[in-house]
């Protein structure tokens, strides 16, 4: 539930100028949670002049464990501004073949798609020639809630839950409306058309370090498999991120902190977080255009895990007293499935440091074509601790072996409280040739590449004491591991008198996507600087290639009909798992090939100048992730299974929508019906130690919801606005061969 309330006065008019006067902002964000109620709201006042500070507040109510958590931001910014384009409400219902082109650095066929209306500095609600839902956050918008990072710019977004556990959670993945967070296959995330979802490991959030925030222009999500030129990934929810083009000079910098207080157990500690960040662009008189950004983060997490043994799962737990260490501070209480449950200690603390540098280098090569190169880099380091509390008679604490408070006795695994080590540096390179004429055919030709320069994960085996002088544990390198995308796509504008009568527009498009993964761990006799015998590996690769048509027909004034095919191809191969054991395994994987046809079909009605009426149904195909396929993992706390025969999942999607304007208020209510076959599913079993994860195909999982948005202007005081979203969906087993235990 989310509900945003703003209040705004301004002074004057926007004026355009080359050197704007600064402005800063402060912020503060509080809130609590308990267990049992679920929920979230924002409040945002908001004061603008040219000359005077922004005071912007936000507040959260969450499920979960009782934690307090503030925000403070101070920035100040120099930059060109211009004059907001204000259009009537009549021409929200027009065709975007009236439209000019969009300023957006993507591929030409999501340029058409999220043509931007500029009405206030934001895009029409009302657009029919998106054949789903969509939500947005304009710049402005985002000015009005605390983005600490990237990822926050979408927590507003209807429908879209995040995965954010602290800051500088290098892990925060995307939910939506028919899938959550830990589904991470289905949905898309893209930074200038360049596609920055990471498929390569269960808890590899998209790379939102490559994003700027002080460049962060706009925010666009796309719900379900409706449109064509996106991939099967799409069937969930998918997120376009814009950074802005230099107008002029600009300089930017900002100075956040955050600070927070975590209570649960044993622990009840505050942690806080502080970034800086700079930014330096221009576009000069040659139709040279430059951005240049650093960012460093320093992070403390509150604990992410926390010990513990479940009375008749755990073994030898809640045994009588006997042999072993008198000891204080066990705490007791109920699992979800409400067996007892003991519990020793935290673990997860993590301290993160990370840096980032972004390259921008653009140029105008004519007034109708561009060209664009990016570059960035991020280096991470992350120190994860761990705390017992558990003290013996003489107040020492202990951190493994058997142990009793006099009545249960239990068994403290060595490497349960044992600390860890990061160290990652990974790369991102783009480039993007494009035209940008207002009708006619454009084209467009988007290259990614991203590679894990040194991804590296040490690991003690010893309790935290023993374990910091050094000590047994591994070491997992996954050097070498990354992904590379193609986007090559054609889009035409229809004109009055032309070949379909200024009814049609068309997209063509070609897309590959290639995955590689290698995950190599080593044992080491000292966990922080050697690596001993090789102890695990697995790897792989997957391609994906398709080709893609869509058409929006406007066979009436009022009507459009927008249809569209999508041909897939996946290929998964080199595929392979070794343990050293004892006993030794080895197993190299056959290649894979599979083919798949996903049509799209939406209707849209512009009833009256305020009411658009859409239906839409789309059919997406998500194939199984190089990660999903070969991964077999066993470390000292969890293993993982895969299968290497696991089927795509397949959604059949519908979705009928209406969208309506009553003066400055508006609102869009959506009916959503997902029926996804072959669902790859993650479940894991973390009452056993070390936990089990598998990887396997439920048959059919049935989900239905309704959504609605609304966005009120002017609510009885002038320049009070509010603005909000409510979900409800129903997601039900239907058959699942592996464990009919889950149906219904």
Known sequence: LNLLLKTEREAGKTRQCRAAPGWMAAGARVGRASSGFGGFCSLCLRFRRPDQAWLIANGFYHAGSFFRHGSVMFSSRFMPCARPLRLPRAFLALSPAC????????????????????????????????????????????????????????????????????????????????????????????????????????????????????????????????????????????????????????????????????????????????????????????????????????????????????????????????????????????????????LFGASGYDHTVQDT???????????????????????????????????????????????????????????????????????????????????GWNGSVVLTHYAMLKDL?????????????????SVTRRNGTGWHTLEVQAAYTPTAGDFGGGRHALIFGLHRNAYKLENIVHAASDWRRTETGLNQRYTGQTVITALYAQDAWRFAPDWLLTTGLRLESFKASKGSQYFAGPPAAQQVFAGRSLRAASPKLSLAWTAADDLLLRASFGRGTRFPSVEELFNGTKTGRSITTSDPNLRPEVSRAFELTAEKYWGEHWLRASLFRDDVKDTILRQTDVTVFPSVTRISNVDRVLTNGLELAWQIHGLGIQGLDISGSATWADAVVKANATNPQQVG
Do not use: C
């Open 457 to 473: 994960n040490r690991q003690a085996s010893l309790p935290q004491p023993q374990a910091l002088p050094g000590g047994a544990g």
């Open 357 to 439: 540098l972004n390259l921008r280098l653009g140029y105008d090569i004519s007034a109708t074509q561009e060209i664009e190169g990016r570059v960035s880099f991020w280096r991470h380091d992350s120190n994860v601790s761990a705390a017992t509390w558990l003290r013996d008679a003489a107040g020492q604490p202990v951190w493994s072996g058997r142990v009793h408070d006099g009545a249960y006795s239990f068994t403290l695994n060595g490497n349960a409280l044992a600390p860890s080590q990061r160290e990652d540096l990974h790369r991102q390179m783009g480039l993007t040739w494009k035209t940008r004429r207002p009708t």
């Open 99 to 342: 439209l000019a082109a969009a300023a957006l650095a993507q591929g030409v066929a999501t340029d058409m798609q999220l043509q931007p209306v500029e009405v206030s500095d934001t895009r029409a609600q009302l657009d029919p020639n998106l054949p789903s839902s969509t939500a947005s956050r304009t710049r402005q918008q985002l000015r009005a809630q605390n983005v600490f990072n990237a990822e926050d710019a979408i927590t507003r977004l209807p429908s879209v839950s995040l995965r954010k556990r602290y800051f500088g959670d290098r892990n925060a993945m995307v939910g939506g409306r028919s899938h959550g967070t830990l589904q991470p296959g289905r949905s898309l995330v893209y930074l200038d058309g360049y596609l920055i979802s990471n498929f390569l490991g269960r808890f590899d959030a998209p790379r939102w370090s490559m994003v700027n925030v002080e460049a962060l222009e706009r925010v666009d999500a796309l719900y379900g498999p409706f449109s064509a030129i996106y991939p099967g990934n799409s069937m969930g929810v998918t997120i376009v991120m814009t950074e802005r083009k230099p107008k002029g000079f600009e300089a930017s910098a900002s100075l956040k902190y955050n600070h927070h207080r975590y209570r649960q157990y044993a622990v009840n500690d505050h942690y806080g977080s502080k970034q800086l960040s700079a930014r330096l662009a221009s576009r000069l008189d040659s139709g040279l255009w430059y951005a240049v950004s650093l960012q460093r983060q320093d992070s403390k997490s509150h604990p992410q895990n926390f010990v513990n043994a479940v009375r008749g799962v755990t073994n030898g737990a809640f045994a009588s007293p006997g042999a072993g260490t008198r000891v204080d501070g066990i705490r007791y209480d109920l699992d979800p499935a409400l067996r007892p449950r003991a």
